[in-house]
């Protein structure tokens, strides 16, 4: 059975600090990892997808890589502003469980 | 388009009482999952539909759980009867597949008390 570990579950940085989260999954055999965020009261809205062939992807100020073999995978953040508060998700897509299986999130902070 | 709708956006019951929520995907998207949210143990698919057909329900947590999908444009997910280990946020979610690509509804969050 997949399951997704996010570390850390809460972080609290200044304005303007590069971040990173972490992501971890048990089950090597994943078709995708997909970064969500989530902001309070609404739904998760998708920053960045990986398809198991690739290593990273950027969009902006994000960057997430993936190695598939060690099960982990990073979301770095540049720059990090107020705006960037939110909970962030990942999840991996799972050929046998033919599924997406999301990690509990890192609730991310940034103050001023 | 308006994206995926769901109603209500909260919901407070009686333990014992039937609740339904609803979901209106996105036009021309062929999958509709719904998922259910808590603390402890984050995001979970329930069941989804492909071209309004059931595919994987294998999440549904009990027989006082089901969902139809009538028709392209709308799905409802019940539960008879509610209690208070249900309450939480249940989301809808639309894709053109089942890989990648869902786009979220707001969700509902349920209490059950």
């Known amino acids: 059975k997949q399951e997704v570990t996010q570390i850390p579950a809460a972080l609290s940085v200044p304005e303007g600090e590069n971040l990173v989260l972490n992501c971890s999954f048990t089950d090597s055999a994943i078709y995708n990892l997909q970064w969500f965020r989530q902001d309070p009261g609404k739904g998760l809205t998708s920053l960045l997808l990986?398809?198991?062939?690739?290593r990273e992807q950027t969009s902006g100020r994000l960057n997430a890589s993936l190695d598939k073999s060690s099960g982990r995978s990073t979301l770095y953040i540049a720059a990090s502003q107020p705006g960037d508060s939110a909970t962030y998700l990942c999840a991996v897509y799972t050929g046998t469980a033919s599924k997406l299986t999301f990690g509990t999130g890192t609730r991310l902070q940034v103050t001023l | 388009d308006a994206g995926v709708i769901q109603s209500p956006r909260h919901e407070v019951t009686e333990m014992g009482q039937e609740v339904t929520l609803r979901c209106k995907p996105i036009s021309g998207h062929d999958y509709l999952f719904w998922y259910r949210q808590t603390m402890m143990r984050g995001l979970e698919l329930l069941i989804y539909f492909n071209n309004n057909v059931p595919i994987d329900d294998s999440g549904m947590p009990e027989d006082r759980f089901s969902a139809k999908m009538p028709n392209a444009s709308f799905s409802t997910l019940k539960i008879q009867p509610s209690e208070p280990r249900d309450s939480a946020v249940y989301f809808c979610?639309?894709?053109?597949?089942?890989?990648?690509?869902?786009?979220f509804g707001s969700g509902t969050r349920l209490t059950v008390v």
């Open positions: 990986i398809q198991s062939s690739q």
């Open positions: 979610a639309s894709g053109e597949n089942r890989i990648y690509g869902y786009t």
